[in-house]
């Protein structure tokens, strides 16, 4: 259309783990800010006069499906009050919090050990004995992977909603599973906020909904309120679910998706 706007094309459930996907253009693979040119990249997406941008994101939102499926009180606690990367520094063994925090996200993707032993300079072997140390020191996580192994040498996992997560291979299996988890309860976070803007008689349009993230332009003087809002409604997506873990989230204001996101 020629109206000034970019209209990719969203499948809702377009990825194997009920994830939406973004094609015609991919609008779900604009470079990060902090990319090169990647602030350049963003600041092209605005919104009309009279209207703010407003992006909302789940705070953490895979270790939080994580600690929901590990059911840990300890490493829940850990999430919500303490610190959560250098908690998995000490149980991994790794120099410094940054290689706990890549570590961790490797792990969850199911990286093999030569990825693994790659982030603190090592070898295969290394990355073998660092996920071995973890595992012993995380024996929550050790029996969540071990039941999630199990259930996919059917082919799938049973999904938050009881949907069938089809797996590929087993090293993909919990990651397939939190994955699934985030996709839905954003996905039951976005239809919430939809519903309860309508209600406020807020003028909106949603215009990005990508994994944790939310991109909604928004009557200027209802920014704040709908920010504010969108947490909210990520937060109660979570109680919906009965997660173990509680959901949150935060949001910016701004006049490109630069500034949001």
């Known amino acids: 259309e020629d109206d000034g706007r970019v209209h990719g094309y969203v499948n809702a459930c377009g990825a194997v783990t009920g994830r939406m996907t973004h094609s015609s253009p991919n609008m779900g693979q604009i470079p990060a800010v902090y990319s090169p040119y990647g602030r350049e990249c963003r600041d092209v997406w605005t919104v009309p006069e009279g209207y703010k941008l407003v992006g909302c994101d789940a705070s953490g939102l895979e270790l939080r499906m994580l600690a929901h499926y590990m059911n840990d009180e300890g490493y829940t606690n850990e999430i919500l009050n303490g610190d959560i990367h250098t908690a998995n520094q000490l149980a991994s063994g790794v120099d410094t919090r940054d290689q706990a925090k890549t570590f961790i996200y490797a792990f969850l993707y199911g990286a093999g050990d030569a990825k693994v032993g790659s982030i603190v300079g090592g070898t295969k072997r290394d990355g073998a004995r660092l996920k071995e140390k973890f595992l012993s020191n995380t024996p929550s996580l050790r029996d969540l992977r071990e039941r999630v192994g199990v259930a996919a040498t059917r ?78 409604c990520i937060e109660a997506a979570g109680l919906h679910y009965k997660l173990n873990c509680p959901l949150t989230g935060d949001y910016k204001v701004g006049n490109s998706w630069a500034d949001t996101h």
């Not at 976005?190 to 215009?207: D, M, S, V």
């Open 155 to 232: 082919g799938y996992v049973l999904g938050l909603d009881r949907r069938r997560v089809s797996i590929r291979s087993e090293h993909a299996a919990l990651n397939s599973l939190l994955q699934s988890a985030g996709a839905v309860v954003m996905k039951k976070a976005l239809c919430l906020l939809h519903e309860y803007a309508t209600l406020w008689g807020i003028k909106f349009n949603i215009i990005g909904n990508i994994h944790d993230e939310i991109q909604t332009e928004v009557e200027q003087e209802k920014a704040e309120v709908f920010g504010r809002l969108a947490v909210s």
